[in-house]
Every structure is written in structure tokens, then in C-alpha cells.
């Protein structure tokens, strides 16, 4: 059985604490139960997070997704991102800008892929081509999600640099509407995390074993 089987979170309820005070003790406790993951458990979810994946009606159809590449120990995308590439997808992948924001750039499989340390921060690979701008991930059909867990609102737990808090609201500033989902192992989909005003949710949640949709009736 690996880590995240062995292992459960205990979600962080109110108390009348700020939010952002609950999120960061909820981010300690969830990379803390990553990084118990093994090399196998890490291979094994990300085999069977590309196999749920593709099956989403929205990845089937789509002509433009934008991804990310899996760092540590965060469910496995290279898998999911070359069989996208092979269906003849174009995936876009993000760059880390200095202000926290995302630039873009086109997926050309593995090779394409460059590591770039930012500052303090975890090493990150990112597109080594052209960049195609921040309005880039507005014209996408999906857009995939990291994150540390998601509630049954869907609200997103991210790491808290705010980089795709961002995303998200260049996406409605823009009038766009690609599917908004989250890659997360199956014990990170929980009842609930702290939310503020500028989160916004996603629409659906893959993780090994399968899919959930929110904000349907």
C-alpha cells in the first residue's frame, strides 16, 4: 500500500482563524504526506492519473490544453502530456515569471523541456521555445490545474504563490471558458479548505482512481 494509503490528512476547520492561516497549515500537512511517496508510488499514480485523464469527454475534443510538468513528489503529467501531444493536442506549458505570474510556451515533448532554478523556490521545467505571452492560456480548451487538494466545492488548494489564482482570473477577465481541472492524488479531494474572496473553483477533479465534477445539478 503506498504513502497516501497508509496516510490521511485531517482537514483544518475554521476556528475563527484567518484563512490564509488555515491554508498554510493544511499546504505543511499535505507536502508532508507527498513526500512520504515512494519512486513506485510515484509511477504508478502517474500511469493511472493519464489513463483517467484521458478519458474527460473534454481532453477527448480538445484542440489546445494548457498543462504543467510534474515536480517532486506531485502526481505524475509527463505521461498524461505526451500522450496528449500524440493525439495531436498542443500543449501549452507555463514559465515562471519573475512577479509570479505565468508566461507560456508550446510542448514539444521532452526534449523541449528546459530546468530552470527560480531563486528560492523549486527548480521548475519549463518550455525551452518561443514565448507566447500570459493571454496564451486564454485560448485554451482545458486547463489543468496543480494543486495540494480540492474540496467538495471545488475550491482548489494551491501552494500559495498565486500564480494560477492569477490563471484563473485572467481566464474570466477574458470571457473564457475552458474546463478548469485538478490533478490530485485520491486522499487530497476533501470536504472542505479554507477559500477567500478571490479564489475561484474548478470544474472537475482527476485523480488515480478516477473523476469528480462539481457545480453540476
Known sequence: MSALGRVRVRPVTHSGRPAETDKRTLRREFISVRSRLTADDLRETATALAAR???LPELAHARV???YVSVGSEPGTLALLDALRARGVRVL?????????LDWGAYFGQDSLARVQHAAKMALFEPS?????????TGADV???????????????????GSYDRVLARLEGAGAHPARVVLLYDSEVVEHVPAEPHDRPVDAVVTPSGVRRFGED
Do not use: S, T
Not at 93 to 101: K, Y
Not at 143 to 161: E, Q, S
Open 53 to 55: 485523464a484521458l478519458e
Open 65 to 67: 490544453v494548457a498543462a
Open 93 to 101: 506549458l507555463p514559465a515562471l515569471l519573475p512577479d509570479n505570474d
Open 129 to 137: 521555445g518561443e514565448r507566447l505571452g500570459r493571454d496564451a492560456v
Open 143 to 161: 486547463v489543468l490545474l496543480p494543486g495540494l487538494a480540492v474540496d467538495a466545492r471545488g475550491m482548489r488548494l494551491g501552494r500559495g504563490g
